[in-house]
């Protein structure tokens, strides 16, 4: 082969090589880019989930309060009956048959979420069907702390309430957490998702306000320092306030 050959067959191939090498890092860099926002999809639903459960307890909880009743028929079928109901309502996502769309992360940890909820339901079957006693003090911060605690010792997401002054200690912001929930305390209500990719891209942040609602004021609003009915003095809060925030880590450098 003549020199200007060898030569022409050497541009080829380095053309060909430096060509493949932008192929497979623009692919890596869309592979990334699709699982964040499959992630980011994927903590937004959980969120969705678990304050949908918060939202049943709620309509549930003159039922679950009287002490006229035993058995509430408030069992763990009629919960979850209820939560996939109201989550198709806001999502459009049926939870007994999941899209084909939906991320595969989604796929696997909504169901665990929602059977991780009816579990809570179940266990507390016995104080919730109890009769002669008013209060029973399964509430929706109750029950959401009780089912992120039992989703998060299942899988490798964890889930969380958390409140600057949370009632139950547990509940008690970490660093990043506080940060994020003080700037959302100076901002008007909103549904907003607050998203952060840390420790080099590889856990995500994610928080999701949650507000007070007319019905939590029976405890949380005025007058203020008077103790409500579970015994806490009420923090003299208006329909509307920052009441804390569903906080979900997702970390994603093994998957």
């Not at 003090?137 to 964890?158: C, D, E, L, M």
């Not at 804390?244 to 994603?252: D, L, R």
Request: glycine content about 6%.
């Amino acid at each position: 082969m003549s020199k200007k050959g060898r030569l022409m067959n050497s541009r080829s191939f380095i053309f060909i090589f430096l060509s493949l090498m932008c192929f497979l890092t623009w692919s890596s860099i869309g592979w990334a880019q699709t699982l964040r926002e499959e992630t980011e999809q994927t903590a937004q639903h959980l969120a969705v989930l678990l304050n949908v459960g918060r939202l049943i307890v709620e309509r549930n909880q003159t039922l679950i309060n009287d002490p006229r009743k035993g058995d509430k028929g408030f069992t763990p079928e009629v919960f979850e009956h209820e939560v996939v109901n109201e989550f198709i309502r806001q999502t459009h996502i049926d939870l007994n048959d999941l899209p084909t769309h939906l991320p595969s992360l989604a796929k696997e940890l909504l169901p665990l979420l929602l059977e991780s909820s009816k579990q809570v339901v179940a266990d507390a079957q016995l104080v919730i069907n109890q009769r002669g006693i008013g209060y029973k003090n399964f509430i929706p911060a109750t029950f959401g702390s009780q089912a992120a605690r039992k989703f998060s010792n299942r899988s490798h997401v964890k889930i969380k309430q958390t409140a600057l002054n949370p009632r139950n200690l547990k509940n008690t912001p970490d660093e990043y957490e506080a940060r994020v929930l003080k700037r959302l305390a100076t901002q008007p209500a909103s549904g907003t998702v607050i998203a952060e990719w840390i420790d080099n891209d590889t856990t995500l942040r994610a928080l999701t306000p949650i507000y007070y609602s007319q019905d939590c004021l029976a405890c949380h609003g005025n007058p203020k320092g008077i103790l409500d009915i579970s015994g806490y003095p009420r923090e003299g809060a208006q329909e509307g306030d920052l009441a804390g925030a569903i906080s979900i880590q997702i970390p994603v450098k093994d998957r």
